[in-house]
């Protein structure tokens, strides 16, 4: 955002074949286990700023660390690891430390199976900053995309 006047999403002004969205919904991440906020006035790149692992430990640069994602995301869909990560799409193989051959939907059927019902509710560990700017914007977003609540 260049100012508190301008949208939280990055939109189209016409249909580019994902709707009003620049980039696909699909490519709408988040990250568990990590409190982390999200200055929409830095430049691509430098937008994320991890404060601290969730359970308050603080995050390292210099630790490795496992992540879980999906397979999309662990072949390089979406582009985050190669273009946003910079992990050669070569590379990204070597670094799969465990793999299934069921996909997620797999896992959360078998979880409904199991449970008959989730209770699912949000983690709360990332924001957007500036909040005095975001918090207008996500609400005039919201608007524009699905009209007065």
Do not use: C
Not at 56 to 74: C, D, E, H, M, W
């Amino acid at each position: 955002m260049k100012s508190a006047d301008d949208h939280i999403l990055l939109l189209n002004e016409e249909d580019k074949g994902f709707g009003r969205f620049k980039n696909p919904s699909f490519n709408f991440d988040s990250a568990a286990g990590i409190i982390y906020t999200v200055d929409v006035t830095k430049p691509q790149g430098e937008k994320i700023r991890i404060e601290s692992m969730a359970d308050g430990t603080p995050f390292s640069l210099q630790k490795i660390y496992k992540v879980a994602v999906n397979s999309y995301r662990g072949n390089g869909g979406g582009d985050l690891l190669t273009k946003g990560a910079g992990i050669p799409k070569s590379e990204l193989s070597k670094r799969i430390v465990f793999s299934t051959d069921k996909d997620l939907r797999y896992y959360l059927m078998k979880r409904i199976e199991e449970v008959k019902t989730l209770d699912p509710k949000p983690l709360n560990q990332w924001r957007f900053v500036p909040e005095e700017w975001t918090r207008p914007a996500i609400e005039r977003d919201y608007q524009l995309l699905f009209g007065n609540k």
